[in-house]
């Protein structure tokens, strides 16, 4: 697998792998899948600041990851939301771990101390959500901080939503400065 930095050229591939994500899932409590141009905007917006990652094997895009602020003010800069997704053939086959991975690498080297992850988990598992999601973060090291009951609706059904923490380093007294993702040397890698 080969990781690297996403382009607003990528939004079509890129939309394609979320679009069954908005259409047949509560993994994203977004109705509505967006358009190219709104796409596209979301990737430059984030991309100014924050990684913005894609895994590729034989030249085709399998799934990307970012991150993005929890929010936006500036005493959380040394901390950041995550978000991933894999074309849904690519699921469990250890991609989403090695893109997380790579993705835990970029937030480190920005001063980036702990990630969180908003993840839709079910009240009773169905055909929209399982707690796959939930598990995935579990393995890669996180541990539930949060939850929020019946707060996402879709296809009928409510859902809970849950946040999610991994503490990538130790803090130190005197906070280094968070550094931009495009001053950061991330070069493209297989994993």
Same mark, same amino acid.
């Given at each position: 697998?080969?990781?690297?930095?996403?382009?607003?050229?990528?939004?079509?591939?890129?939309?394609?792998?979320?679009?069954?994500?908005?259409?047949?899932?509560?993994?994203?409590?977004?109705?509505?899948?967006?358009?190219?141009?709104?796409?596209?905007?979301?990737?430059?917006?984030?991309?100014?600041?924050?990684?913005?990652? $894609? &895994?590729? @094997?034989?030249? /085709?895009?399998?799934?990307?990851?970012?991150?993005?602020? +929890?929010?936006? !003010?500036?005493?959380?800069?040394?901390?950041?939301?995550?978000?991933?997704?894999?074309?849904?053939?690519?699921?469990?086959?250890?991609?989403?771990?090695?893109?997380?991975?790579?993705?835990?690498?970029?937030?480190?080297?920005?001063?980036?101390?702990?990630?969180?992850?908003?993840?839709?988990?079910?009240? $009773? &598992?169905? @055909?929209?959500? /399982?707690?796959?999601?939930?598990?995935?973060?579990?393995? +890669?090291?996180? !541990?539930?901080?949060?939850?929020?009951?019946?707060?996402?609706?879709?296809?009928?059904?409510?859902?809970?939503?849950?946040?999610?923490?991994?503490?990538?380093?130790?803090?130190?007294?005197?906070?280094?400065?968070?550094?931009?993702?495009?001053?950061?040397?991330?070069?493209?890698?297989?994993?």
């Amino acid at each position: 697998m080969y990781i690297r930095k996403a382009t607003p050229e990528d939004a079509e591939e890129l939309l394609e792998i979320y679009r069954p994500y908005v259409e047949h899932t509560a993994i994203t409590f977004e109705y509505e899948v967006p358009d190219i141009e709104e796409f596209r905007s979301r990737i430059t917006t984030f991309e100014t600041r924050y990684p913005y990652l $894609v &895994a590729m @094997e034989a030249g /085709t895009i399998i799934g990307y990851a970012y991150l993005h602020p +929890m929010v936006d !003010r500036r005493a959380y800069d040394y901390v950041a939301e995550t978000t991933i997704y894999l074309k849904e053939d690519r699921l469990k086959s250890g991609n989403g771990r090695k893109l997380y991975e790579a993705l835990e690498d970029a937030a480190r080297a920005m001063n980036i101390f702990t990630v969180y992850a908003c993840i839709g988990a079910p009240v $009773v &598992a169905d @055909e929209h959500l /399982t707690d796959n999601s939930v598990s995935f973060h579990t393995h +890669m090291g996180y !541990r539930l901080v949060g939850s929020f009951e019946k707060c996402g609706y879709k296809f009928g059904t409510w859902y809970n939503m849950v946040w999610m923490e991994k503490h990538l380093m130790e803090r130190p007294a005197n906070m280094p400065p968070f550094i931009p993702f495009p001053e950061v040397d991330f070069q493209p890698y297989e994993k």
